[in-house]
């Protein structure tokens, strides 16, 4: 099983620039999540989509954008690239039927210069 | 803010030894969740307690919640070098509408020596 498999790994960006990191889930679960991890800081909400079609800011949605593009899939936009988004970037996802459990990605490192 | 904090923030131990890790919170919770973290990787999940719990146990892992002191504990018992992660807490508030939308705190790390 993959789970949930998010690209790229590793990415080095310019300020200004703007990516993509995409995200997807193979175990048919409603609900996906971006989370940002930073030393001492835990990890922190940026975007969640409770079901396809929907999408609702988290703790942390300034810089960013998410589209839902189908159950499976759930991707991050960086429009404009900043130091402050140097950070770790988990995917994950979670259904109803398993009691809110959330299953993580392996991240993706981003470091913007 | 962080809804929960973990302590010790790093915590040392030898094989064989228990290690237990605090999480506090500040509001009432749905639920409280226990992940680990290796160095590099994701987060699994461990084991989840529902607020009307006040102790469950899986394995090697025997996590205590007490509302009354908004507080949690995660007890490793015989401590294995494969144990060395970070350790992580995660709460659902009350009235959450999205299952799933957690809070975590800023994890413990663990290390059990050889």
């Known amino acids: 099983n993959a789970g949930v498999t998010q690209t790229p790994k590793f990415q080095v960006l310019k300020t200004g620039q703007s990516m993509t990191l995409q995200c997807a889930q193979d175990?048919?679960?409603?609900?996906m999540y971006w989370y940002r991890q930073d030393p001492g800081m835990g990890l922190r909400l940026i975007y969640y989509?409770?079901?396809?079609?929907?999408?609702d800011k988290g703790e942390v949605p300034n810089g960013y954008n998410v589209s839902r593009l189908n159950k499976r899939e759930f991707s991050l936009r960086l429009e404009s690239a900043a130091p402050s988004q140097t950070s770790v970037y988990f995917c994950?996802?979670?259904?109803?039927?398993?009691?809110?459990?959330?299953?993580f990605g392996e991240g993706s490192w981003l470091t913007v210069v | 803010s962080q809804q929960g904090e973990e302590d010790p923030q790093a915590l040392s131990i030898q094989e064989g030894e228990n290690a237990t890790m605090n999480c506090s919170y500040k509001t009432s919770i749905n639920n409280l969740q226990w992940y680990r973290q290796n160095s590099g990787r994701g987060l699994v999940h461990l084991i989840l307690?529902?607020?009307?719990?006040r102790e469950k146990h899986s394995g090697r892992l025997r996590v205590t919640l007490d509302t009354s002191k908004k507080s949690s504990s995660l007890l490793i018992t015989a401590s294995r070098a494969a144990d060395t992660a970070s350790y992580f807490c995660?709460?659902?508030?009350?009235?959450?509408?999205?299952?799933?939308?957690?809070?975590f705190g800023q994890g413990t790390i663990l290390t059990v020596h050889p």
């Open positions: 995660a709460t659902r508030t009350i009235g959450g509408t999205s299952y799933g939308k957690l809070t």
């Open positions: 307690i529902r607020s009307n719990e």
């Open positions: 175990m048919n679960h409603n609900s």
């Open positions: 994950a996802s979670s259904d109803r039927t398993q009691r809110d459990t959330i299953y």
């Open positions: 989509s409770a079901s396809e079609g929907t999408t």
